[in-house]
């Protein structure tokens, strides 16, 4: 017996069920990910250093048991009629696997009281042509994120896609520091993951073809981008984006590629664009329409910024951001509305709650 020792995309024959390059090839499959089955986080040092100073009183009261019903709900609603939505244009949908996320969980080094969700296939799958890599994610709640998508991934396995897993992390205190700089992580190198093994989360990389884009987050460390660096084949180059963000976790509400050539920015978290994307024409993304009293619970009010493209012209923004959906469409895209902001309270919008499995095109440069 002979196996496919195929250790590169073979750009001759056709594409397999998993195949992506870039943010914005023409959709094809997608999962998109549930809030079914969610808790709330326990309150630890890598939660704490990026989401809101709010979200403390929750998270140490109620970690481990279900979000406040009503919202939990409110979002589940949305996320299933932008699933509905997606179908509707002709594009494979597929959703994780019901997960008990409030089960309590141990390693033979730690326990945890629940999980999280199974909202964000983003934060936790790397799709880069026809691999998908399962992240070392950070935070402990997130441990065994990756159940709710086996039997998936298993299928995309079985039909030719590549699927591994970076080392499983032992996530010990000391992969954490506590005393992380609170202000300016990025000037002073101190943030709430150290280095002593590979951490990252799949969402703190961005795809432009050949190149990929990664940031130095609270959740993903130097050895984290190292491992995704050394383990993609050689025609990929990842470049790192230096950010002003005091809370940096996952790049896609910062440094968002919209299309060949078109980068929109958050200008709170990024000052300096990588010196390869000079020719891009960049823009900042216009203030959020979240009012200040609207409670997100693991996000800045910018999330909005994370938009999902279905091709390089058609763009997903979330039906009352009304000013990036105007700066959009003077850009030259089709803004497609959908109401989400009872998503975005769970830390994200279109870009985070799916993990684009299959995008029409092949591996190119566009830098
Ligand atoms: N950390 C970003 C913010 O506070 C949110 C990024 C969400 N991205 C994601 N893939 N979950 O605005």
Same mark, same amino acid.
């Given at each position: 017996m002979t196996v496919d020792r195929r250790s590169r995309p073979d750009t001759t024959r056709p594409a397999g069920p998993v195949s992506t %390059?870039?943010?914005?090839?023409?959709?094809?499959e997608v999962i998109v990910g549930t809030m079914r089955g969610a808790a709330v986080p326990q309150w630890d040092v890598a939660v704490e250093s990026c989401v809101?100073?709010?979200a403390r009183e929750l998270f140490t009261r109620s970690a481990g048991q279900p979000w406040p019903r009503a919202h939990a709900e409110a979002a589940e609603a949305e996320l299933d009629a932008f699933a509905g939505f997606l179908t509707s244009r002709g594009i494979v949908v597929t959703r994780p696997d019901p997960v008990d996320h409030t089960r309590s969980f141990s390693t033979p080094r730690w326990s945890s009281p629940g999980g999280l969700y199974s909202a964000m296939p983003r934060d936790l799958l790397l799709v880069v042509g026809d691999m998908i890599i399962e992240s070392p994610m950070a935070w402990r709640s997130r441990y065994f994120e990756a159940d709710a998508y086996h039997r998936l991934l298993t299928d995309y396995f079985r039909r030719g896609a590549r699927w591994i897993a970076a080392p499983r992390p032992?996530?010990? +205190?000391?992969?954490?520091?506590?005393?992380?700089?609170?202000?300016?992580p990025f000037a002073?190198?101190? %943030?709430?993951?150290?280095?002593?093994e590979p951490t990252f989360d799949a969402a703190d990389f961005t795809r432009c073809g050949t190149d990929l884009f990664a940031q130095r987050s609270h959740v993903t460390n130097r050895l984290g981008i190292e491992w995704v660096a050394r383990h993609l084949d050689p025609e990929y180059t990842v470049h790192i984006v230096e950010t002003i963000d005091p %809370?940096?976790?996952?790049i896609d509400a910062s440094f968002v590629p919209l299309a060949p050539g078109k980068l929109l920015l958050n200008r709170n978290k990024v000052k300096d664009v990588p010196?390869?994307? +000079?020719a891009w024409d960049v823009r900042v993304a216009p203030e959020?329409?979240?009012?200040?009293?609207?409670?997100? %619970?693991?996000?800045?009010?910018?999330?909005?910024?994370?938009v999902l493209m279905l091709s390089e012209t058609q763009v997903v923004v979330e039906a009352q951001e009304t000013a990036l959906a105007d700066m959009l469409d003077g850009w030259g895209f089709d803004i497609l509305p959908i109401p989400f902001r009872n998503v975005m309270r769970f830390g994200g919008c279109f870009h985070c709650v799916t993990a684009d499995v299959r995008r029409r095109g092949e591996l190119r440069s566009v830098v």
């Open positions: %390059y870039t943010e914005w090839d023409p959709l094809e809101p100073a709010s032992l996530l010990d +205190d000391d992969t954490f520091d506590a005393g992380f700089d609170r202000e300016t002073t190198g101190s %943030y709430a993951t150290t280095e002593v %809370y940096p976790m996952h010196s390869v994307l +000079d959020p329409a979240v009012p200040d009293d609207f409670e997100l %619970y693991m996000s800045s009010p910018t999330v909005g910024m994370n």
